[in-house]
């Protein structure tokens, strides 16, 4: 059975951190890029940030880049997400996902909710 649990999110201050993490289960977590996704109240699920299955290679979209870095522990099985200077925008339920090799995301987490004040 597979498995992708979130967990880190919470409630900060605008310009604050947090670090996400998603551990998984069930797969050969080595594989599998991975990627963070959101949806804000109202919006549609947007990507936030991936990364390869070797670790090599990240990408992040516009809005994060600078502030927020993915990377990952293929011994752990977890992927991160390290989110910097956050912003109220920033606020939305983070997911993450895993795509076997580079095909299309077949797995999610349940969620973990990041909530910025102003």
């Known amino acids: 059975q597979v498995q992708l649990v979130e967990s880190g999110g919470g409630l900060v201050q605008a310009g604050g951190s947090l670090r996400l993490s998603c551990a998984t289960s069930g797969v050969t977590f080595s594989n599998y890029a991975m990627g963070w996704f959101r949806q804000a109240p109202g919006k549609e699920r947007e990507f936030v940030a991936r990364i390869s299955w070797t670790g090599g290679m990240t990408y992040s979209t516009d809005s994060v880049k600078g502030r927020f870095t993915i990377s990952r522990d293929n011994a752990k099985r977890t992927v991160y997400l390290q989110m910097n200077s956050l912003k109220p925008e920033d606020t939305a339920i983070y997911y993450c996902?895993?795509?076997?090799?580079?095909?299309?995301?077949?797995?999610w987490g349940q969620g973990t909710q990041v909530t910025v004040s102003s």
């Open positions: 996902a895993a795509a076997y090799r580079a095909r299309t995301y077949e797995y």
